[in-house]
């Protein structure tokens, strides 16, 4: 679970976004700005960052405060998963990224793999939909964020990196490289493998 300064602060930045976003009274807009400089104070405080930053992070988010939404694509071939490594960190992860407004996730996961990856793909299922809070990923993002892992398969390209990956290939289960924690766990990459295993499995949560 993400340490307890980390969901204060979201929390407390949920209340005061949609009290923005609901609010007529001046001054209950103001006591709502007040609670949201106090939400950027605790996360600043915990994870190293500048107040204003943070400040400047939340002011961006209009409307309701939901969770952010992360797509994976995972893709087999032969006894391999596709992994893509990432420029910013050095290590692995599957495929995709933030949804964007606009695309469904199957549009989006797919646009995904093609960049991330070099390969053309159609979506088949969702294996899981997980609260990034509830595995074991590190604190890594102000966001309280789902991720959405889906089976896809290739109908055509070739493996290519980009200007987001540096190498793309595929891993068999007891040779998973060093991954990028914050984007997959090795307990999900299992998950995955064991999916294989058992495609009349319906799809985790949470």
């Excluded at 609670?35 to 107040?51: K, L």
């Excluded at 599957?94 to 793999?113: F, H, M, R, Y």
Aim: net charge negative.
């Amino acid at each position: 679970m993400d340490p307890r300064w980390l969901d204060w602060a979201r929390r407390l930045q949920a209340i005061a976004q949609n009290g923005l976003t609901f609010s007529d009274d001046p001054f209950d807009s103001e006591r709502y700005e007040s609670t949201r400089a106090i939400a950027a104070e605790i996360m600043a405080a915990g994870g190293g960052a500048e107040t204003e930053a943070v400040l400047e992070l939340f002011a961006r988010d209009k409307g309701y405060a939901t969770p952010k939404t992360d797509v994976r694509g995972v893709v087999f071939q032969g006894e391999g998963l596709l992994l893509v490594r990432e420029r910013n960190d050095g290590r692995w992860a599957l495929p995709g990224g933030w949804a964007d407004i606009g695309e469904t996730p199957s549009e989006n996961l797919v646009k995904e793999i093609r960049e991330e990856a070099g390969f053309e793909t159609r979506v088949v299922k969702l294996l899981a939909l997980y609260d990034k809070r509830k595995h074991d990923h590190p604190p890594d993002t102000p966001h309280h964020t789902y991720k959405l892992y889906f089976l896809c398969e290739i109908l055509g390209g070739q493996a290519r990196p980009s200007v987001e990956t540096s190498e793309v290939g595929f891993f068999p289960e007891d040779a998973i490289p060093p991954l990028s924690t914050g984007r997959v766990t090795a307990g999900q990459i299992a998950r995955m493998f064991e999916h294989r295993r058992h495609p009349d499995w319906p799809a985790d949560f949470d």
